[in-house]
């Protein structure tokens, strides 16, 4: 099938190299120029494991190409993915400039049936507001289709997540977008994978329902740790506990620093406003948004706690990106706590394995280290905050000898206290 792949950020450039390796040939257009040339040199603009080998592979055979070019891409497809940015606005209301604009551009080269596929995270009504647009913007009437398909890949497991899905969601309205659709996904769904065919608006809000209890779960566990820290129990024993059941699973129980990334807060708000415009008080979800936005002050509580006076103390971190395995620093705890730390007065030093290049345009005023040896030399404390593999298992002996002061807030749980307490440390979890 010939595809067309508008948006090409960690979404798009995902679904677009996945497709390509099924056998497709797709064309991927962005309007930002810097990162097509790049993508054209070979040149991945973003980290994710294992999707630089499949681009260089794909565009070697033919089957994967990058371009500016909207309107030509839309021209020589049959089916469009709008895969563009959809943030938020001040009041959490999602932000469509990106969509309308590329629904514009389809409008204005539409010459013969097209099936468009609206993949990016959108309000629901958004797909009827697309094809509206088309509608009054194309000068001839020819025939389209609009589906909802709403992506669930989670960044740094995005291939997986993208070729062995939990499940493929499909909005439709008519059975020959079905079918295309359907034929579109036989190679994953080959893999036992389930494809669900919805109505449109129910597609667009199973994504939006499923961000929003995955933020749910894990600020009620921030919530418990909080109650945990006060009585003295351990709020990873209790995940384990909770998780064991089979009505509620191990997934997303994790007490920490808080939830962040693109997505996750975006999306919880916009269902926010989404509820508050149809006159529903969204009371469990708005909890949940004020939850995660105190944890990563609770993480700062702990560090003065710890500390004291924070004022030219030396705060070595661990860890900026929102979640390991990815570069992405959009709403990342760590932004909110390094920003607070530095109001105290704090000077910061801090190493991220793939984040530090994006991390440099938010904190320029910060120390970035080669290394996490280096990161906590001279350190009042260290704080964990992303929880990456290799600051798992660490040379303990080495790292007391070069902190100023043995004093850990390890935010993301990963470490075990009384090994840290037991080597001469003071261990700080998060509700333990
Ligand atoms: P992104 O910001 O990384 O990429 C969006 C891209 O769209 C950018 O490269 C931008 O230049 C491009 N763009 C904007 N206007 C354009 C236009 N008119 N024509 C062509 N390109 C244009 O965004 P992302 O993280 O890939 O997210 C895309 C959508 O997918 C969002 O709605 C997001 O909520 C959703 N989503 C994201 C993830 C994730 O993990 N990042 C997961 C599931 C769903």
Redesign the pocket.
């Known amino acids: 099938m010939k595809i067309a792949i508008?948006?090409?950020?960690?979404?798009?450039?995902?679904t677009g190299t996945c497709f390509a390796d099924l056998g497709n040939s797709v064309i991927c257009?962005?309007?930002?120029s810097e990162?097509i040339d790049k993508l054209n040199q070979g040149i991945i603009?973003?980290y994710e494991p294992g999707l630089g080998d499949l681009i260089s592979k794909n565009s070697k055979e033919g089957r994967l190409s990058f371009t500016?070019n909207?309107k030509d891409t839309i021209k020589n497809s049959d089916i469009i993915f709008i895969?563009?940015?959809?943030?938020p606005k001040e009041n959490g209301e999602?932000d469509l400039?990106?969509?309308e604009?590329?629904s514009k551009?389809i409008a204005e080269s539409l010459e013969n049936y097209k099936l468009i596929v609206s993949?990016?995270?959108?309000p629901v009504g958004t797909a009827q507001k697309i094809k509206n647009i088309i509608k009054e913007n194309s000068k001839t009437s020819i025939d389209f289709d609009v589906v909802s398909n709403?992506?669930?890949?989670?960044?740094g497991e995005?291939i997986t997540d993208f070729m062995i899905p939990d499940r493929i969601v499909v909005g439709i309205e008519n059975e020959r977008s079905k079918n295309i659709m359907k034929e579109l996904y036989q190679g994953i769904a080959r893999t036992k994978r389930p494809i669900i065919f919805t109505d449109i608006k129910s597609s667009e809000l199973i994504?939006y329902g499923s961000?929003s209890m995955l933020a749910l779960r894990i600020s009620f566990m921030n919530e418990l740790s909080r109650l945990c820290d006060n009585v003295g129990a351990d709020v990873k024993q209790i995940s384990h506990g909770m998780g064991m059941d089979t009505r509620i699973g191990p997934r997303f129980l994790q007490a920490g620093a808080g939830y962040g990334?693109?997505?996750f807060g975006?999306?919880v708000r916009s269902l926010i406003h989404m509820m508050n415009s149809n006159g529903i008080d969204a009371k469990v979800l708005t909890s949940a948004h004020h939850v995660n936005e105190e944890q990563k002050l609770i993480i700062v509580e702990k560090i003065k706690n710890t500390v004291g006076d924070l004022n030219q103390k030396n705060i070595a971190i661990w860890g900026l990106a929102f979640k390991p395995k990815?570069d992405?620093m959009?709403d990342a705890p760590s932004i909110t706590i390094i920003k607070e730390l530095q109001k105290l007065g704090a000077n910061i030093s801090a190493f991220d394995p793939e984040a530090q290049e994006n991390a440099k345009k938010i904190f320029p005023d910060i120390k970035f280290c080669k290394d996490i040896y280096e990161t906590v030399q001279d350190a009042d404390a260290l704080v964990v905050i992303t929880e990456w593999n290799e600051f798992r298992n660490i040379d303990k002996i080495k790292l007391k000898s070069l902190m100023k002061n043995p004093y850990i807030i390890d935010a993301r749980n990963i470490y075990h206290p009384e090994e840290f307490n037991n080597a001469g440390f003071s261990h700080v979890g998060v509700g333990r």
């Open positions: 508008l948006g090409v950020g960690y979404v798009g450039l995902v257009a962005d309007i930002d990162k603009p973003i500016t909207t895969c563009v940015g959809t943030p999602t400039k990106y969509v604009a590329v551009d993949k990016s995270t959108v709403p992506e669930f890949l989670r960044e995005a994504k961000n990334g693109s997505c975006k999306d990815t992405d959009r």
